[in-house]
């Protein structure tokens, strides 16, 4: 073993460093896979209860009329999600998309939306009208309100109950903290939260942006009163096989505004062929807890190496995970170099090649991204990115299996260590 991994560029030294940290972590990986094991046995049950067969792998072309295999698929979702309906189709590009869908369908001129944990996801913005943008909620005469976090992360609830008024017709929710400093909202904090906005208006629609967070828990924002969890295929529900997609999972009504806003007032969920790509999302979806579980472990593994190191990582080496985004802070721009040329030379497509910090359209400073990924931009794979600015953070996630997660990681490591940013007596 020892003897591979050299040739992959590991030092023995770093391989019983690593193998010291791992040793530590079996009980934390034990809590996984026993929440590996049950969503497994969720999604299998799913697809049991929903007679998938082998035609349903099939697809159709042109209109895409009585497509039972995108049907039955959207059905699993449904399922697996405890929710009334799905929408799961190639035709929604992105996260972004399904997000910006599931808002415009179900607002209409003179609502307002409110934001009760802060700021949203940066392509919001443009969706939202925070930031001006063409097509924009603003633009069609939908108003917004942001409360934002407590100082010490809880939510304000005197503010969010001052901010709900006649107008509010939809809340939305962020699970995963996004490339903000504040904490994961766990499942449960969720489900406080959203008890909290029902019961003071109770017809209010209750939105969860899910994306990252499927399949950390044993439940999801739809089990504690989401009216509708959305999220992108090419993050963890596409299990690394799904080329392209987003789903919204929801109540009936809520799913029917977005399909018919997604093709057309009259078509709805009867059009969209699902073309070649069924197989690959129907699988995906089945090796998703799997999958979500070996990035988990990788993220668990990459905090005890580098905070031991004394690199400060959020969340720390210790704390329970509700998505699978883990930062480090390396005070140093080598660091963050370093660290993403690491995931880079350990990736399976394009190992040898670079990467390079970059004035990327949107950002106020370079920003470096490592990825080789089988679907281009896919974040379920092993990838990491971070900007060149203070605090030098690098983001990083995924892993499609724990293996790689861990050769990954190491070999960032070994990059940082390279760059002499660790010192060999940490390594002890
Ligand atoms: C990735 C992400 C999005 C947007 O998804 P894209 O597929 O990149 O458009 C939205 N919200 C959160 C929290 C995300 O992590």
């Known amino acids: 073993m020892k003897e591979l991994y050299s040739e ?30 049950y969503n497994q046995l969720k999604v299998l049950k799913a697809m049991q209860d929903c007679r998938v067969s082998e035609a349903c792998l099939l697809g159709t072309t042109g209109y895409g009329y009585n497509d039972i295999g995108r049907d039955t698929l959207e059905e699993v979702f449904a399922h697996v999600f405890h929710t009334e309906a799905a929408l799961v189709r190639p035709q929604i590009t992105c996260g972004t998309h ?16 409110l934001s009760p944990v802060g700021k949203p996801y940066d392509t919001l913005e443009e969706v939202i009208g ?6 924009s909620l603003a633009e069609y005469g939908i108003s917004y309100k942001q409360v934002d976090l407590l100082e010490n992360g809880d939510f304000d609830f005197d503010n969010i109950k001052k901010a709900i008024s006649e ?16 904490k994961t ?28 967070g499927e399949f950390v828990e044993t439940i999801e924002p739809s089990d504690v009163g989401a009216d509708m969890i959305v ?33 057309s007032p009259g078509l709805g969920k009867e059009v969209g062929a ?78 040898f090649v670079a990467p390079e910090p970059w004035d990327m359209p949107g950002y106020d400073a370079k ?39 861990k050769f990954g990681i190491m070999k960032a490591f070994q990059a940082v260590f390279d760059k002499g940013l660790i010192s060999e007596k940490d390594l002890c």
Not at 98 to 113: I, T
Not at 130 to 135: A, L, N, P, V
Request: aromatic share 8%; charged share 20%; glycine share 10%.
């Open 8 to 37: 992959l560029g590991i030092s023995d030294k770093v391989i019983d460093y690593a193998e010291s940290v791992l040793k530590k972590l079996s009980s934390r990986f034990n809590e996984i896979d026993k929440v590996t094991e």
């Open 98 to 113: 399904a997000l910006a869908l599931a808002l415009m369908s179900n607002l209409r001129p003179g609502d307002e939306l």
């Open 130 to 135: 925070i930031r001006e943008s063409k097509g």
């Open 167 to 182: 107008k509010t017709k939809l809340v939305t929710i962020q699970r995963s903290k996004g490339y903000q400093t504040r």
């Open 185 to 212: 909202l766990s499942v449960e904090r969720i489900g406080e939260l959203i008890s909290f906005i029902k019961n003071i208006k109770p017809d209010i629609i209750c939105m969860v942006d899910n994306c990252y």
């Open 231 to 263: 999220g992108s295929l090419i993050k963890n529900p596409g299990g690394g096989l799904a080329p392209i997609g987003g789903y919204i999972a929801g109540k009936k009504e809520c799913i029917e505004n977005a399909a018919y806003r997604l093709t």
């Open 274 to 351: 699902s073309l070649g790509i069924l197989k690959d999302l129907y699988q995906g979806f089945f090796l998703a807890p799997s999958v979500t579980s070996s990035a988990l472990k990788g993220a668990i593994f990459a905090a005890n190496l580098f905070e031991k190191c004394g690199f400060k990582v959020v969340p720390d080496s210790t704390e329970s995970r509700h998505d699978i985004i883990q930062a480090i802070t390396f005070g140093s721009p080598e660091g963050v170099i370093a660290f993403c040329e690491g995931i880079q030379a350990a990736a399976p497509i394009d190992s």
């Open 367 to 405: 920003v470096i991204m490592a990825a080789g990924a089988f679907v281009s931009g896919s974040s379920i794979e092993l990838s990491a990115d971070g900007p060149i600015k203070p605090p030098y953070a690098v983001y990083f996630q995924g892993g499609l299996t724990w293996e790689h997660a």
